[in-house]
């Protein structure tokens, strides 16, 4: 059964900390995109892959936040330094397609506590 | 700017009862509008719609576009427990998927 794994399920650290969240995307996916949800703004995309290569970033605060595809079967999303306002629940999601549309795959979300 | 609206943002029904949770956008260049449920984890994809006026059913589950309106909505018959959840739509524009707040549906039994 082909999912999307994402670690840490859960992350509580205090602000000033590096965070470093992990993805595995789905074998032969080759669109991998970094969500952040809140109970305020909703799904925001940080981040989108096509082909490990980055695409789209500008959802993200660029002083702190890094994304990047090492290979085909990784995607990290760091944060350093983090600060509260980064709590958040952290979604990774690849799609089989080589655009934005159609069905993406949810991993379980990263919640991530920063006190 | 693109956006996605959806209404209600929560609603609460009983068992049994027919929900319609509706999603109106406004955006530059449309491509496509999806709907996934959100329970305790992640999105699930639900249904893909491109073209007006024709309903993709799952089930209990349908959902319909009307581009004249610039909406969608996504009707949920004989309500069961296991339907309460975040509902999301998101619209496909320029490549992006601008998503909506949710409509957060429960089930009472």
């Known amino acids: 059964d082909a999912r999307v794994t994402q670690t840490p399920r859960h992350k509580v650290t205090e602000m000033g900390q590096e965070v470093t969240m992990r993805c595995q995307p789905i074998l032969g996916h080759n669109t991998v995109f970094w969500y952040r949800q809140t109970m305020m703004q909703g799904l925001e995309l940080l981040a989108y892959f096509r082909n490990r290569a980055p695409l789209d970033d500008s959802g993200m605060p660029k002083d702190r936040f890094s994304a990047e595809m090492p290979d085909a079967t990784l995607a990290t999303l760091k944060i350093q330094p983090s600060e509260p306002r980064d709590s958040a629940v952290y979604f990774c999601?690849?799609?089989?397609?080589?655009?934005?549309?159609?069905?993406?795959?949810f991993g379980e979300g990263s919640r991530l506590t920063v006190l | 700017e693109d956006k996605v609206v959806q209404s209600p943002l929560s609603l609460v029904v009983h068992e049994g009862d027919t929900v319609t949770l509706n999603c109106s956008y406004e955006v530059t260049n449309f491509r496509s509008l999806l709907w996934y449920k959100q329970e305790k984890k992640a999105p699930t994809f639900l249904f893909m719609l491109?073209?007006s006026g024709i309903e993709k059913k799952s089930g209990r589950l349908s959902s319909i576009l009307d581009k004249k309106e610039l909406s969608s909505i996504l009707n949920i018959t004989a309500t069961q427990t296991g339907d309460s959840a975040i509902y999301l739509c998101?619209?496909?524009?320029?490549?992006?998927?601008?998503w909506g707040a949710g409509t957060k549906l429960i089930i009472k039994p």
């Open positions: 491109t073209s």
């Open positions: 998101a619209v496909d524009s320029n490549y992006q998927l601008i």
């Open positions: 999601a690849s799609g089989p397609s080589g655009g934005r549309t159609g069905e993406l795959f």
